[in-house]
């Protein structure tokens, strides 16, 4: 009886909440004016607000809040943000309980990354049935296959009007729920541009050169871009199909942009951009907490005999180690440091970077001298789970490069699940450097 009798006041007390919370919700939206809908599983609060005149607020106007307790609605969130000023639109989803809620800034990404399409698809037929299924495709960015143009690389990315509108096919899309030309797709968010203010971009004189032959050289690739005005190319860096083109002079670097866009190098039609330049000097800085610094003024190089063995003699140029993000306590005037363990043999401190990759065991710090002897940003790995039915957690890695503007190969995965972070982090970097090596042959 006393069970029933409790049972019974639980389910009225839980009904005169939600009465509560329904009244609140009501009351808010007879305050605002604004209109509140729910769709996809997703409760949207405004967008447009009452009275809004124009366009919908431009890209980076938007937050991401997380950990939100079930129990709180918009009757509770808006008043809360309101505080920072006029909300346009706030889109509820009910996930975590009882935490601390975290605010950053929304990456506002408006692409999607399709895998497993069919190789013969054309861009059109992509197109077409992405605008079918799903609401405010933009574009579709499809890549030809190294080996045969006449084929896609078997995946593309679906550009979209808005953030929203590619989170709402995102959901529409997701495996086991769906299904293109018969067969179970792969969808994620493709991996955001990284941006670059104006004032660097006018500075900026190298190209990106993509859709290339695999079997183009980059003497080949020189002498085309050399052909509108000699000499003006300063080194050439091939990577498979895409090339990075340096030039001596901006203004060269315009020009032949636009001289050498669409044009045909044995047989195939380029696309040609100029890079994205970054600031790899303090990224490296931070990616490198723990390790000896690469920066250039950091470095420890000392000159190497005709007989292959460096020098003892000169002193270094800045401190020599860094241990845990900062500089060790010893002088930048000590020449060697004494072996603690074998009296007479003097330690000499150098670079990381100065020794061959023949030195590195690791797939992780190979990737990583790969990336820095190529003066690229150092890769970025990000980390996915997944509970199998014994409910072990496995782990696998996805590994970014950067500096290679082309999203199609710069994103390599390890091809088998993992139980612990490190061989996770080692598989994706195998990938990785199994497609770049192959590539480059002759990198350091």
């Not at 190789?119 to 049935?129: G, P, V």
Request: aromatic share 10%; net charge positive.
């Amino acid at each position: 009886m006393n069970e029933e009798n409790s049972a019974a006041t639980s389910g009225s007390d839980k009904m005169r909440g939600g009465n509560h919370k329904a009244a609140a919700l009501l009351a808010l939206l007879d305050k605002t004016g604004y209109n509140m809908i729910q769709e996809n599983g997703q409760r949207k609060f405004g967008g447009p607000p009452p009275g809004w005149e124009g366009p919908p607020p431009p890209r980076g106007c938007e937050v991401f809040v997380g950990k939100i307790p079930r129990n709180i609605y918009e009757d509770e969130l808006v008043p809360l943000f309101e505080r920072a000023g006029k909300i346009y639109e706030l889109r509820l989803m009910m996930e975590f309980s009882g935490r601390f809620i975290g605010v950053c800034i929304s990456l506002d990404n408006c692409r999607l990354f399709i895998g497993a399409i069919p190789k013969e698809k054309k861009k059109e037929e992509i197109l077409k049935e992405m605008k079918r299924i799903t609401e405010g495709v933009v574009d579709v960015i499809v890549c030809p296959d190294a080996a045969d143009r006449t084929k896609n690389r078997g995946f593309a990315f679906i550009e979209y009007e808005s953030h929203r509108a590619a989170a709402m096919a995102r959901r529409r899309l997701l495996p086991g729920t769906f299904q293109l030309w018969g067969r179970a797709v792969q969808v994620d968010w493709a991996c955001p541009e990284k941006e670059v203010d104006a004032e660097t971009m006018r500075r900026v004189k190298v190209l990106y050169v993509r859709n290339l032959m695999i079997s183009t050289t980059e003497d080949t690739i020189k002498a085309e871009f050399n052909k509108f005005k000699p000499r003006v190319v300063e080194r050439v860096k091939k990577l498979r199909d895409y090339a990075f083109v340096h030039f001596y002079n901006r203004e060269d670097a315009v020009a032949a942009m636009s001289i050498m866009n669409g044009k045909c190098i044995d047989g195939a039609s380029i696309e040609v951009t100029l890079a994205k330049p970054v600031n790899k000097e303090s990224t490296w800085k931070q990616h490198l907490n723990g390790h000896v610094s690469p920066c250039p003024e950091n470095l420890m190089e000392f000159p190497s005999r005709e007989d292959g063995h460096q020098k003892s003699v000169g002193k270094p140029t800045s401190l020599p180690l860094s241990l845990n993000g900062q500089h060790s306590p010893s002088s930048p005037e000590l020449e060697w440091y004494p072996y603690p363990f074998l009296p007479g043999v003097k330690l000499i401190p150098i670079s990381m970077y100065s020794l061959k990759s023949s030195y590195f065991s690791s797939a992780v710090m190979r990737l990583d001298y790969f990336c820095y002897k190529n003066n690229w940003l150092p890769p970025e790995y990000y980390l996915y789970s997944t509970t199998s039915q014994d409910g072990k957690v496995h782990l696998v890695c996805k590994v970014l490069i950067p500096s290679i503007a082309d999203g199609s190969q710069s994103c390599f995965m390890s091809h088998k699940l993992c139980t612990t972070l490190e061989d996770a982090r080692e598989l994706a970097a195998r990938m990785a450097l199994l497609h770049l090596d192959s590539c480059t042959p002759n990198s350091a």
